[in-house]
């Protein structure tokens, strides 16, 4: 006998995520692992406030940020956040198709992310000449935000991978869980990021 | 599956069997038998060291080799040593002493040991390829500056095996968290279940900062990057304090399971009641919160001014307090207990002396004027070798005594354990203890070479003569692993009247631990049985089949392939070639995440009617 | 009688005084006899955190041996079960607050001598030399002096003497045991550490920062002279002719080679601020070659023939053409008669 992971419809469980004790700990496990991250990104912070005003002569973040472009960032990354919450509520109300075209939605936005943040770098190299070598400003720059963009692509992956092998296999109380987890490790992206946007961005615009 | 049965394996079966395993005892025991195969080679080099500073101008090493001498030494001890023994610990012990079947997360705490194994592998190759040779610390701008690839091992190595040891915290944390059994609150966990928890915490939040600093580290030799090269703007210091904010920790995640340990053996050897448990927990947090807090003093002449160093040598002279609480509380376990003192023992009552030296030395660092002299001699190294050996290697020792008979059926021999004891505990004093002098009297630390009538002569060459004892004492203790295995006969179930849940589990351990998850009724869960007579422990359910998760062999690959994808990334700046490895290794290691992402793994049962077959 | 006992009680204590020095290491490098105001900070503190702390370990050294020979289980009692006590309330309360009380006692006069080591009041109005930490050598620059020396640094005695230290490579660390406690060499900004010598004397300062290879061989010294001295050196220091030809033929020759071989490249004679390699003003007056081996010919040919035995991992080492054993012989004849000043360091004491 193998277990039976299959949802039950006659005994739905108000959170198919956490049913399982293979759920639950994963679920923890997330969360403290986020811990950990959290400090990684504290670490590259403090790194690039340390390093943000040695330009070394080359270029210096008021001259090269521009708003917009990581606005229109911010947004995506934002509702994609949203539209995983929605998937996750449809996750609960065990509506496999729509959890996966919210699921779809977030993954789109994050694309998008992603595409403009391969833009925003493209612009930097080659209408400024402001690379990871230019300056410890830069390569503290590049590894801050691209840390974070790094995480985006694992975090895509991911997605991408659980969407498509459950494409068939609909929801049941094995895979809730890693959708449920990769939901939470998705916020804690988008909170990076308001951090990136709020330090990196807006206060390189200022000072 | 019956137990006998694993008995009559061929070699292959059980290489197998170990490459796949997902059992955390079994995860235990490669893990301390890799970390001893490390402790020696780091013992080896730690006689290099001492031979050379026998006595003034010597030239038993180059400068060169020396200093790759040291930076080994530290960092073999350090990551490849200590701490893989302690996680073996970890992993042979906690299940078992908070009532679970198995840890949180089986297939990560595999990876971890193999990331581990491997990190430790690819650091040692470093020996046959040119080795590091900016010491542990590795600062900057020497360590960007050293030339060959020593010091790329030494991050491609920590790296691998700082994932690891990363996994196995969080693997941990869970475990102690979701996985108790019925009635093991944490107030009644055992004292070693409990500095595992604090400890893995402590992985979980220092290790990153030094996975940062690593790739800082990484990018400024092998991507051209600018953090630490001052030309282009960038800044040492910071190095200086990433590390610091990872390894003052560090230096705790080494010495809590070690308190842990004396902890068991204190309360089981005066066969009473830890004294002041509550306290002892209380003490545990302050220590992990406090060492968040004190980074700096590791940095008081680095010149981050006075307001800074007054901060942290507060910070640090606080640390005092609860580590006295925890001596005190050792002192009163032993006051109107029944003392027996067997080697197990007696590596536990050697510590409390030692490491009172050793944490009395701490807080005299911590103020910071007098650090402006301590700062980089021989104090320092006595000082943490009071802290490193004196607590952790007496622990280790400890332990292993303690649990042998857990791990492997046998209980050690107790006359080559106490002359083994004996040589290692006067060689150990006979080595520092004359250090501390050395520092005051004008001898930096990583000094190659001392320079005749400075009035360091004496002092160096008592220190090597005390290295050889350490060295006899190592020796012993290996020929007794091996009479022991030899002659040695088969341990009882309890075999030191033990009063936690892991001496209630039949001789061997059966894989899924417990046929039935105990009822725990208090601290000391099988004390208490005892007490009342019962001699069993109660079961919390009734007999039901048990679920355990599957071996696999994709840690094992996964791990091989960021092995090879680490040299490549040695390699990449001076070979275009290795990019073949570097990019193969990391297909291997990515494949091996997307197979075991896409396939279902469902683990299995093991049935009732056959639980209900094996005897006791 | 009495003049015989009064030779005992003097031969003992000389005794006890010399054994208590051999103790306490070499006179002019340990920590231990501290002879400058740093150093004498440093050793306060520690003496005071010595005694709370072997205070402690006794009280500690005390219940755990009574505990052990009290409590050890005897024949008969294997079966013995002691009392399982809990805690005790008042005791854990005891043991946490007397630590806290000594930690503060400890902590408080570290903090006062911690700002006091840091105070740069006085500064502008004082000596202010620029320390930079080389591959393996030292580098003192006297501001508004200009004065450069190597290896050797000369201050006035009862004096402080604001040193401002960095680096030009990677991380040293300036220590003189005697005279004060050490401070960091970055690459990235500049440490400002006085030092105060009480008594004339030469002492040695060590790198304390593993800086590579020949990080062991780093050694400098600090000669502390009265301050008429120092006005004196001084002055001789800045009359020193760079371009003063030698009186004999050997000298004369090594000036040309000097020239000829490209060490005048790297290294002054006088005050110009080439800092490449250390300074050789006044190199007869040095007090070592290399900064570790005795100030003789036969030394300092052997490092000009072949650097690299002597200190591994030096610049020095295959930047000048080859020299034959003739032509380093004149070279050194020529730098030990750079003899620019009177105060000598022999004139101050051993080393």
């Given at each position: 006998?193998?277990?039976?992971?299959?949802?039950?419809?006659?005994?739905?469980?108000?959170?198919?995520?956490?049913?399982?004790?293979?759920?639950?700990?994963?679920?923890?496990?997330?969360?403290?692992?986020?811990?950990?991250?959290?400090?990684?990104?504290?670490?590259?912070?403090?790194?690039?406030?340390?390093?943000?005003?040695?330009?070394?002569?080359?270029?210096?973040?008021?001259?090269?940020?521009?708003?917009?472009?990581?606005?229109?960032?911010?947004?995506?990354?934002?509702?994609?956040?949203?539209?995983?919450?929605?998937?996750?509520?449809?996750?609960?109300?065990?509506?496999?198709?729509?959890?996966?075209?919210?699921?779809?939605?977030?993954?789109?936005?994050?694309?998008?992310?992603?595409?403009?943040?391969?833009?925003?770098?493209?612009?930097?190299?080659?209408?400024?000449?402001?690379?990871?070598?230019?300056?410890?400003?830069?390569?503290?720059?590049?590894?801050?935000?691209?840390?974070?963009?790094?995480?985006?692509?694992?975090?895509?992956?991911?997605?991408?991978?659980?969407?498509?092998?459950?494409?068939?296999?609909?929801?049941?109380?094995?895979?809730?869980?890693?959708?449920?987890?990769?939901?939470?490790?998705?916020?804690?992206?988008?909170?990076?990021?308001?951090?990136?946007?709020?330090?990196?961005?807006?206060?390189?615009?200022?000072? | 599956?019956?137990?006998?049965?694993?008995?009559?394996?061929?070699?292959?079966?059980?290489?197998?069997?170990?490459?796949?395993?997902?059992?955390?005892?079994?995860?235990?025991?490669?893990?301390?038998?890799?970390?001893?195969?490390?402790?020696?080679?780091?013992?080896?080099?730690?006689?290099?060291?001492?031979?050379?500073?026998?006595?003034p101008e010597n030239d038993f090493v180059s400068a060169g080799l020396y200093n790759e001498m040291i930076t080994m030494h530290g960092t073999t001890m350090i990551f490849f040593a200590a701490m893989p023994i302690l996680l073996g610990f970890m992993n042979v012990a906690v299940p078992l002493q908070i009532g679970a079947r198995d840890v949180a997360?089986?297939?990560?705490?595999?990876?971890?040991?193999?990331?581990?194994?491997?990190?430790?592998?690819?650091?040692?190759?470093?020996?046959?390829?040119?080795?590091?040779?900016?010491?542990?610390?590795?600062?900057?701008?020497?360590?960007?500056?050293?030339?060959?690839?020593?010091?790329?091992?030494?991050?491609?190595?920590?790296?691998?095996?700082?994932?690891?040891?990363?996994?196995?915290?969080?693997?941990?944390?869970?475990?102690?968290?979701?996985?108790?059994?019925?009635?093991?609150?944490?107030?009644?966990?055992?004292?070693?279940?409990?500095?595992?928890?604090?400890?893995?915490?402590?992985?979980?939040?220092?290790?990153?900062?030094?996975?940062?600093?690593?790739?800082?580290?990484?990018?400024?030799?092998?991507?051209?990057?600018?953090?630490?090269?001052?030309?282009?703007?960038?800044?040492?210091?910071?190095?200086?304090?990433?590390?610091?904010?990872?390894?003052?920790?560090?230096?705790?995640?080494?010495?809590?399971?070690?308190?842990?340990?004396?902890?068991?053996?204190?309360?089981?050897?005066?066969?009473?009641?830890?004294?002041?448990?509550?306290?002892?927990?209380?003490?545990?947090?302050?220590?992990?919160?406090?060492?968040?807090?004190?980074?700096?003093?590791?940095?008081?002449?680095?010149?981050?001014?006075?307001?800074?160093?007054?901060?942290?040598?507060?910070?640090?002279?606080?640390?005092?307090?609860?580590?006295?609480?925890?001596?005190?509380?050792?002192?009163?376990?032993?006051?109107?207990?029944?003392?027996?003192?067997?080697?197990?023992?007696?590596?536990?009552?050697?510590?409390?002396?030692?490491?009172?030296?050793?944490?009395?030395?701490?807080?005299?660092?911590?103020?910071?004027?007098?650090?402006?002299?301590?700062?980089?001699?021989y104090f320092v190294v006595a000082h943490f070798h009071y802290v490193l050996v004196g607590g952790v290697v007496f622990g280790i020792m400890a332990g292993l005594h303690y649990w042998w008979p857990l791990m492997f059926r046998r209980v050690l021999n107790e006359t080559l354990g106490k002359l083994a004891f004996w040589l290692f505990f006067i060689?150990?004093?006979?080595?520092?203890?004359?250090?501390?002098?050395?520092?005051?009297?004008?001898?930096?630390?990583?000094?190659?070479?001392?320079?005749?009538?400075?009035?360091?002569?004496?002092?160096?060459?008592?220190?090597?003569?005390?290295?050889?004892?350490?060295?006899?004492?190592?020796?012993?203790?290996?020929?007794?692993?091996?009479?022991?295995?030899?002659?040695?006969?088969?341990?009882?179930?309890?075999?030191?009247?033990?009063?936690?849940?892991?001496?209630?589990?039949?001789?061997?351990?059966?894989?899924?631990?417990?046929?039935?998850?105990?009822?725990?009724?208090?601290?000391?869960?099988?004390?208490?049985?005892?007490?009342?007579?019962?001699?069993?422990?109660?079961?919390?359910?009734?007999?039901?089949?048990?679920?355990?998760?599957?071996?696999?062999?994709?840690?094992?690959?996964?791990?091989?392939?960021?092995?090879?994808?680490?040299?490549?990334?040695?390699?990449?700046?001076?070979?275009?070639?290795?990019?073949?490895?570097?990019?193969?290794?990391?297909?291997?290691?990515?494949?091996?995440?997307?197979?075991?992402?896409?396939?279902?793994?469902?683990?299995?049962?093991?049935?009732?009617?056959?639980?209900?077959?094996?005897?006791? | 009688?009495?003049?015989?006992?009064?030779?005992?009680?003097?031969?003992?204590?000389?005794?006890?005084?010399?054994?208590?020095?051999?103790?306490?290491?070499?006179?002019?490098?340990?920590?231990?006899?501290?002879?400058?105001?740093?150093?004498?900070?440093?050793?306060?503190?520690?003496?005071?955190?010595?005694?709370?702390?072997?205070?402690?370990?006794?009280?500690?050294?005390?219940?755990?041996?009574?505990?052990?020979?009290?409590?050890?289980?005897?024949k008969g009692q294997e079966n013995y079960i002691p009392k399982q006590v809990e805690g005790n309330h008042k005791l854990e309360v005891l043991w946490t607050s007397i630590p806290i009380l000594l930690v503060l006692i400890l902590a408080i006069p570290t903090v006062i001598s911690v700002f006091d080591l840091a105070d740069e009041t006085d500064a502008?109005?004082?000596?202010?030399?620029?320390?930079?930490?080389?591959?393996?050598?030292?580098?003192?620059?006297?501001?508004?002096?200009?004065?450069?020396?190597?290896?050797?640094?000369?201050?006035?005695?009862?004096?402080?003497?604001?040193?401002?230290?960095?680096?030009?490579?990677?991380?040293?660390?300036?220590?003189?045991?005697?005279?004060?406690?050490?401070?960091?060499?970055?690459?990235?900004?500049?440490?400002?550490?006085?030092?105060?010598?009480?008594?004339?004397?030469?002492?040695?300062?060590?790198?304390?920062?593993?800086?590579?290879?020949?990080?062991?061989?780093?050694?400098?010294?600090?000669?502390?002279?009265?301050?008429?001295?120092?006005?004196?050196?001084?002055?001789?220091?800045?009359?020193?002719?760079?371009?003063?030809?030698?009186?004999?033929?050997?000298?004369?020759?090594?000036?040309?080679?000097?020239?000829?071989?490209?060490?005048?490249?790297?290294?002054?004679?006088?005050?110009?601020?080439?800092?490449?390699?250390?300074?050789?003003?006044?190199?007869?007056?040095?007090?070592?070659?290399?900064?570790?081996?005795?100030?003789?010919?036969?030394?300092?040919?052997?490092?000009?023939?072949?650097?690299?035995?002597?200190?591994?991992?030096?610049?020095?080492?295959?930047?000048?053409?080859?020299?034959?054993?003739?032509?380093?012989?004149?070279?050194?004849?020529?730098?030990?008669?750079?003899?620019?000043?009177?105060?000598?360091?022999?004139?101050?004491?051993?080393?």
């Amino acid at each position: 006998m193998s277990h039976d992971y299959s949802l039950n419809p006659e005994k739905l469980h108000e959170d198919p995520a956490k049913v399982t004790h293979e759920g639950k700990n994963k679920f923890i496990g997330l969360w403290v692992f986020l811990g950990g991250e959290t400090v990684l990104f504290a670490s590259l912070f403090a790194t690039y406030l340390a390093l943000k005003n040695s330009t070394a002569g080359g270029p210096s973040s008021q001259e090269i940020f521009g708003l917009e472009l990581v606005f229109i960032m911010t947004m995506l990354l934002l509702t994609s956040s949203l539209t995983s919450v929605y998937a996750i509520y449809h996750m609960k109300n065990h509506n496999f198709r729509k959890m996966q075209l919210w699921f779809g939605i977030t993954a789109f936005l994050g694309l998008g992310f992603l595409a403009c943040e391969i833009y925003e770098f493209a612009h930097y190299i080659t209408d400024y000449g402001f690379t990871f070598r230019s300056s410890a400003f830069g390569s503290a720059f590049y590894t801050l935000v691209g840390f974070h963009g790094g995480h985006v692509i694992v975090g895509m992956s991911w997605l991408i991978a659980l969407m498509v092998r459950n494409a068939k296999r609909g929801l049941n109380l094995y895979n809730a869980p890693k959708y449920n987890t990769f939901a939470l490790y998705w916020h804690f992206i988008d909170v990076v990021w308001v951090f990136i946007f709020t330090v990196v961005y807006l206060m390189g615009m200022v000072s | 599956m019956s137990l006998a049965s694993a008995q009559k394996k061929g070699f292959g079966a059980i290489l197998w069997d170990y490459l796949t395993t997902v059992d955390h005892k079994k995860i235990g025991v490669m893990y301390i038998a890799a970390g001893a195969f490390f402790f020696i080679l780091g013992g080896i080099e730690s006689l290099v060291i001492r031979v050379q500073l026998m006595v003034p101008e010597n030239d038993f090493v180059s400068a060169g080799l020396y200093n790759e001498m040291i930076t080994m030494h530290g960092t073999t001890m350090i990551f490849f040593a200590a701490m893989p023994i302690l996680l073996g610990f970890m992993n042979v012990a906690v299940p078992l002493q908070i009532g679970a079947r198995d840890v949180a997360f089986p297939f990560l705490n595999a990876l971890g040991f193999w990331l581990f194994l491997f990190g430790g592998i690819l650091l040692n190759l470093s020996w046959i390829f040119g080795a590091p040779d900016a010491g542990w610390t590795a600062y900057p701008p020497l360590s960007t500056q050293s030339p060959g690839h020593g010091t790329d091992f030494y991050v491609m190595a920590l790296q691998l095996s700082g994932a690891g040891t990363l996994m196995g915290g969080i693997n941990f944390i869970v475990t102690i968290v979701t996985m108790r059994a019925p009635g093991m609150t944490y107030m009644r966990m055992p004292l070693f279940s409990w500095t595992t928890f604090v400890t893995s915490i402590l992985i979980l939040f220092a290790f990153p900062a030094f996975t940062v600093a690593l790739f800082l580290l990484m990018f400024d030799r092998m991507f051209d990057s600018a953090f630490f090269d001052i030309a282009l703007g960038g800044n040492a210091v910071i190095w200086q304090h990433l590390f610091w904010i990872f390894a003052h920790p560090e230096v705790y995640i080494l010495i809590l399971p070690a308190f842990g340990i004396f902890s068991e053996i204190f309360s089981v050897f005066s066969k009473k009641r830890l004294f002041g448990y509550t306290s002892m927990v209380f003490a545990t947090f302050l220590i992990a919160f406090l060492g968040f807090m004190v980074w700096a003093h590791h940095m008081f002449t680095v010149g981050l001014g006075s307001v800074a160093n007054a901060i942290f040598a507060v910070g640090t002279m606080a640390i005092a307090v609860p580590t006295g609480i925890k001596i005190f509380n050792w002192l009163a376990t032993m006051w109107g207990g029944s003392i027996r003192i067997s080697t197990a023992m007696l590596w536990a009552l050697a510590f409390i002396p030692s490491f009172t030296i050793g944490g009395m030395t701490g807080v005299m660092l911590g103020a910071a004027t007098a650090d402006y002299q301590y700062h980089d001699t021989y104090f320092v190294v006595a000082h943490f070798h009071y802290v490193l050996v004196g607590g952790v290697v007496f622990g280790i020792m400890a332990g292993l005594h303690y649990w042998w008979p857990l791990m492997f059926r046998r209980v050690l021999n107790e006359t080559l354990g106490k002359l083994a004891f004996w040589l290692f505990f006067i060689g150990f004093h006979l080595t520092f203890f004359i250090q501390h002098f050395l520092g005051l009297m004008g001898m930096p630390r990583r000094y190659w070479v001392f320079l005749e009538d400075q009035g360091l002569d004496l002092g160096n060459l008592v220190s090597t003569i005390g290295a050889f004892f350490m060295a006899a004492g190592a020796i012993v203790f290996v020929i007794n692993i091996i009479y022991t295995a030899v002659k040695g006969e088969k341990a009882p179930q309890d075999p030191w009247n033990g009063r936690t849940l892991e001496w209630a589990v039949p001789s061997p351990t059966p894989f899924y631990n417990f046929k039935q998850l105990p009822l725990v009724r208090g601290l000391d869960p099988l004390w208490i049985e005892k007490m009342e007579g019962n001699g069993k422990l109660t079961a919390a359910e009734p007999l039901n089949d048990i679920h355990m998760p599957n071996g696999s062999i994709i840690p094992f690959v996964m791990t091989v392939g960021f092995f090879i994808a680490s040299l490549g990334f040695i390699y990449q700046y001076e070979y275009p070639i290795a990019y073949l490895a570097l990019y193969g290794g990391m297909a291997i290691g990515i494949g091996g995440m997307i197979v075991r992402s896409l396939k279902d793994d469902h683990g299995y049962y093991v049935r009732k009617e056959e639980l209900e077959g094996e005897v006791e | 009688m009495k003049s015989r006992m009064g030779k005992v009680k003097l031969f003992l204590l000389f005794g006890i005084t010399s054994l208590v020095l051999a103790a306490c290491g070499k006179e002019n490098l340990t920590s231990l006899d501290p002879k400058g105001y740093g150093a004498e900070s440093s050793f306060n503190i520690m003496m005071l955190s010595l005694i709370i702390m072997i205070g402690v370990f006794l009280v500690v050294i005390v219940i755990y041996t009574l505990a052990l020979i009290r409590f050890r289980q005897k024949k008969g009692q294997e079966n013995y079960i002691p009392k399982q006590v809990e805690g005790n309330h008042k005791l854990e309360v005891l043991w946490t607050s007397i630590p806290i009380l000594l930690v503060l006692i400890l902590a408080i006069p570290t903090v006062i001598s911690v700002f006091d080591l840091a105070d740069e009041t006085d500064a502008s109005s004082s000596i202010n030399i620029d320390v930079t930490g080389n591959q393996y050598w030292w580098n003192f620059d006297y501001t508004g002096e200009e004065i450069q020396t190597s290896q050797d640094l000369y201050i006035p005695v009862g004096e402080k003497v604001y040193l401002h230290v960095k680096s030009s490579d990677v991380v040293h660390s300036f220590w003189v045991p005697t005279i004060s406690g050490k401070i960091d060499a970055n690459p990235e900004n500049t440490n400002t550490m006085y030092i105060e010598a009480y008594e004339e004397g030469v002492y040695w300062g060590k790198c304390a920062e593993l800086c590579g290879p020949s990080h062991s061989l780093m050694d400098f010294k600090v000669i502390a002279v009265s301050p008429e001295k120092y006005e004196q050196w001084v002055a001789d220091m800045q009359n020193a002719d760079p371009e003063e030809v030698p009186a004999e033929a050997v000298a004369q020759e090594g000036k040309e080679l000097f020239e000829s071989k490209s060490c005048i490249a790297c290294h002054a004679i006088g005050s110009s601020p080439n800092a490449v390699g250390p300074n050789l003003t006044n190199y007869a007056n040095r007090t070592t070659v290399a900064g570790i081996k005795d100030v003789t010919k036969e030394n300092l040919v052997e490092w000009l023939l072949d650097p690299e035995s002597i200190k591994p991992g030096n610049l020095m080492t295959g930047n000048y053409p080859e020299l034959t054993e003739d032509e380093a012989n004149s070279i050194a004849e020529y730098l030990l008669q750079l003899d620019h000043s009177e105060v000598t360091p022999q004139s101050i004491g051993e080393w």
